[in-house]
């Protein structure tokens, strides 16, 4: 099946990381997935949330938030009222990037993941997790330059990609209306070690069965191996240790 953008059943749209795209984070990247363009920082603040005090490790955590401009339609900014999607991506890119560092190393220091969508095409949740673990490796680098950890926090690589089934074909990193007409959608969220760290599924308006599901996680893992050797190219061999 060719699609709408020419691309085969089982390819990834056109990737572009631009690494230190920010200038006073510790940590940042400018993923783009076809049309789809977040920007990914992390920055590093002294303390940890009530509930981790005194425990000797870190934390964690991700916000998410689409600009008004990154669709057709204007977004309202979320500003003290968070949208309930905006909410559910962002624990989603928390949970997936605490899956492969190591909190007790870091101390008790928080690291906060911004994930800003400035275009929108689709596989949002999937590029914000993507970038955020380029912008982490250099978050990473910057902690134990400052001694603040004596060695890498970070134990295997991360990246995150859609498959869905649409008009009954098995697609790959699927584009806005191509996951609007999907009738099966799933990101999965996996290590270089080709561990998962997240997996969500649904059946659009339709039932899928287990060949499926399994179909669809194969998929993803040509993907996310596809987007891994992406992040190595970016930031280089010399600092790639997973």
């Given amino acids: 099946m060719r699609r709408r953008d020419g691309r085969d059943a089982d390819e990834l749209r056109k990737v572009v990381i631009e690494r230190n795209f920010l200038k006073y984070a510790q940590g940042s990247a400018l993923i783009s997935m076809g049309n789809t363009r977040v920007i990914c920082s992390a920055l590093v603040e002294k303390g940890v949330p009530p509930f981790r005090r005194g425990s000797g490790g870190g934390w964690l955590t991700a916000e998410y938030s689409m600009l008004p401009y990154s669709t057709p339609t204007r977004i309202y900014r979320d500003l003290n009222q968070q949208g ?21 190393r870091l101390g008790e ?7 800003d969508v400035i275009q929108a095409d689709g596989g949002t949740r999937c590029a914000s997790i ?14 134990q330059e400052k001694r ?24 790959l990193d699927l584009s ?15 290590t270089g070690r080709g561990k998962f760290v997240e997996i969500q599924i649904s059946g659009e308006g339709s039932s899928f069965s287990r060949e499926v599901f399994e179909q669809l996680l194969v998929l993803s893992e040509k993907g996310i191996k596809k987007l891994i050797e992406i992040q190595k190219e970016v930031i280089g061999e010399s600092m790639w240790k997973w």
């Fill in 84 to 104: 309930g999607r905006s909410y559910e991506i962002q624990r989603l890119i928390g949970r997936a990037l605490r899956g492969v560092i190591d909190l007790e």
């Fill in 109 to 115: 220091w928080t690291i906060w993941i911004d994930c």
């Fill in 130 to 143: 993507t970038g955020a673990f380029v912008a982490l490796v250099d978050v990473d680098k910057w902690l």
């Fill in 148 to 171: 603040i950890t004596r060695s890498s926090i970070i134990k295997d690589s991360l990246a995150a990609v859609s498959v869905g089934i649409n008009q009954g074909e098995k697609l």
């Fill in 176 to 190: 806005f209306y191509e996951d609007s007409q999907a009738s099966v959608d799933m990101n999965v969220a996996a």
